[in-house]
């Protein structure tokens, strides 16, 4: 099979022309990836109006019908705006709007991704019965009968054209949420269960096998159980004419040969509805009467499609609902504060997280990270929305018993992806990604971390300090509680902790050496519902809070990292 894979940016004249087309060995298949929420035209978050959501890709749907057209998208839907959390969790006697607008689109099938299992069985199956189509992730087994929990693979059918589309889901769904999400349901290899069903969907005999992977592309080194193996399963197994993939939020085409010598069309869709996936496919007749497809595959940049006129008309209503949920005003602040400065020490923004955790637990100390790379929460009226820029995600909130020495270790591990090691004053102090020549890769400007902001974990409850001088395993000193008493390595602490984090997330807690059947029995309480929600009642309750630097450690030797900062923050966020 030959394919041509390019980048090119949609114009809609080209698309509308290509759509309307009644080409019978022709077809249009279209792709998205952890949109989070974000399928209107407004970012519930930020209280504003975007210019990409499904209304783009809408105007594709009317204007083309589905004759020669797939829908598919590729999870991470279920979670990451006010609109998905409003019908997970506060409307839930209506239809769920996700279900409502896929549904409307005429979808032809989805893949779960891990932020759907984390909104809960109650949500996910309850969305899964309301699609018009299947959802699948073959390698998400249900432990009682050792099949697939949802779907394998769903077969679809266009003017003689038989296409499969098989799921998979990121294997590393364990690592980061608590059992009680996905209870009864383990998470298999990718490359191993793809290879068990290959050989029952090539008899079915189609003209063309889809690969729906929420699983980033990776490296093709992978033995498929990393959290991103796409290009393990499709050089690996052969069998695959296009995979489109997701979970990482890059944007990428890429054309790879398998292990039989085949070429397989990879897409990466990127998230938020900033891009959509699109594959065309020209089918050849053979001799024997057989298809061979010829595939051409692009990026479309969301925004570079028009709105479709019907679809807001019809979805208004929605519209106006979340913006009088997300308006509400919950308290006050005395005080900005952002992310940005969490970078370089204590912030007011981390430290409101702290200091709500050790409220609402008890605890003795709390760790959190910034879990937004460039946020702020404003100076006046708190809203609903601006408990989505202080916290994203819907974790729960955990209390645990740590040792000492454990503390000390996970520590060291965020110290290690978080900084990188000085050796004088000029030396870069956070821990870039750098070119060939030694420099900060920039993008748009700015400099690019080696590793996510949600990493980068803070303590309040215990007095330290990081040396960004010190080799990494021996930067973090801790000294004392807050209170003053002795911080000891072989004492026991409670600690307040999110989920993701104590459940493995970002490698911290094995760092300390706590993993496996370990992890659960250090729980010793957690919430019933996302820690956003309590964050909410506690500013409910409070009125008024003053966001300040309250947490007890400091980056050393002080002058250099106060030289760094300088530098450096004109690097991350520009002048």
């Not at 821990?431 to 060939?436: G, Q, S, T």
């Amino acid at each position: 099979m030959k394919y041509s894979p390019h980048f090119l940016i949609a114009v809609l004249a080209g698309l509308l022309t290509l759509s309307c087309v009644s080409n019978e060995n022709k077809l249009e298949i279209y792709a998205t990836t952890d949109l989070h929420g974000m399928l209107l035209p407004f970012d519930n978050t930020e209280g504003e109006a975007t210019d990409r959501s499904l209304a783009n890709l809408a105007s594709i749907v009317e204007a083309g019908g589905k004759e020669n057209m797939i829908l598919l998208d590729n999870g991470d839907i279920l979670q990451g705006d006010p609109l998905a959390y409003y019908y997970n969790f506060v409307e839930t006697s209506e239809p769920h709007i996700i279900a409502d607008i896929l549904n409307h689109l005429s979808y032809d099938a989805a893949t779960v991704g891990n932020h759907d299992i984390e909104a809960g069985h109650e949500v996910y199956d309850r969305v899964r019965k309301e699609y018009r189509f299947p959802m699948l992730a073959a390698n998400a087994v249900d432990i009682r009968t050792g099949e697939p929990y949802f779907e394998p693979y769903t077969v679809i059918e266009r003017k003689g054209i038989k296409v499969v589309v098989f799921g998979l889901i990121t294997p590393s769904v364990p690592r980061w949420l608590p059992e009680s999400l996905y209870r009864g349901i383990r998470f298999e290899n990718m490359v191993s269960t793809a290879s068990k069903w290959m050989p029952v969907m090539l008899g079915e005999e189609p003209d063309l096998v889809i690969g729906l992977f929420h699983s980033g592309m990776g490296d093709e080194r992978d033995r498929g159980d990393d959290e991103n193996s796409t290009l393990s399963v499709a050089m690996n197994v052969p069998g695959f004419d296009v995979i489109f993939c997701g979970h990482d939020h890059r944007e990428e085409v890429k054309e790879v040969t398998n292990s039989a010598g085949e070429n397989v069309l990879v897409l990466d869709g990127g998230s938020r509805a900033g891009a959509l996936m699109n594959v065309t496919v020209n089918f050849e007749k053979q001799e024997d009467g057989s298809l061979n497809p010829e595939l051409s595959g692009r990026i479309i940049p969301m925004n570079t499609l028009p709105e479709s006129a019907a679809f807001l008309k019809k979805y208004r209503g929605v519209s106006d609902r979340l913006s009088e949920y997300t308006s509400e005003v919950i308290g006050r602040s005395t005080a900005t504060a952002t992310t940005r400065d969490a970078f370089f020490g204590p912030s007011a923004f981390v430290d409101l997280i702290h200091l709500m955790q050790i409220e609402l637990t008890g605890a003795q100390i709390s760790m959190a990270a910034p879990l937004s790379f460039d946020q702020s929460i404003d100076k006046g009226d708190l809203r609903i929305r601006d408990m989505y820029r202080l916290y994203r995600f819907e974790n729960f909130l955990y209390t645990v018993n740590m040792t000492g020495g454990e503390i000390d270790r996970h520590l060291e591990h965020a110290a290690v992806q978080w900084f990188g090691t000085m050796s004088k004053s000029s030396d870069y102090m956070l821990n870039y990604r750098f070119d060939d020549s030694g420099s900060p890769v920039m993008i748009n400007g700015t400099a690019r971390l080696r590793n996510p902001s949600y990493n980068f974990e803070s303590a309040m409850g215990i007095r330290y300090t990081v040396d960004v001088s010190k080799p990494q395993g021996a930067r973090v000193n801790i000294t004392s509680l807050s209170d003053g008493t002795p911080f000891s390595h072989s004492a026991t602490y409670t600690v307040a902790v999110n989920s993701y984090r104590a459940n493995g997330g970002g490698g911290h807690f094995p760092a300390a050496g706590i993993t496996g059947k370990e992890l659960e029995r250090r729980i010793i309480s957690a919430t019933e519902r996302d820690l956003r929600h309590y964050m909410t009642e506690w500013i409910r309750t409070k009125g008024t809070i003053s966001p300040a630097p309250m947490s007890e450690w400091s980056i050393v030797p002080a002058d250099w990292a106060a030289e760094a900062e300088k530098r450096e923050r004109k690097l991350l966020f520009g002048n």
